[in-house]
């Protein structure tokens, strides 16, 4: 099980959610659902990363392992 820390980091929301919008209603929401899915590619990203490093270490213990003595 991987651990990763959440992005944003609880109790912390986007800006483009918390200010006012600037742009026009319509453009605002889609700046918003775009931000959104950009925020979870990148949970996806880190998890998938996290996911990775754990593989590898757990290859290279198996490696040591199963190695004969010298």
Same mark, same amino acid.
């Given at each position: 099980?991987?651990?990763?820390?959440?992005?944003?980091?609880?109790?912390?929301?986007? #800006?483009?959610?918390?200010?006012?919008?600037?742009?026009?209603?319509?453009?605002?929401?889609?700046?918003? #659902?775009?931000?959104?899915?950009?925020?979870?590619?990148?949970?996806?990203?880190?998890?998938?990363?996290?996911?990775?490093?754990?593989?590898?270490?757990?290859?290279?213990?198996?490696?040591?392992?199963?190695?004969?003595?010298?």
């Amino acid at each position: 099980m991987s651990s990763h820390r959440d992005y944003p980091p609880p109790g912390q929301q986007n #800006k483009l959610v918390l200010e006012p919008p600037i742009a026009a209603p319509d453009e605002h929401a889609q700046l918003v #659902k775009a931000d959104q899915r950009f925020q979870a590619a990148m949970a996806e990203a880190i998890v998938a990363g996290g996911e990775r490093v754990e593989a590898v270490y757990a290859t290279v213990d198996v490696k040591r392992r199963t190695e004969p003595s010298r």
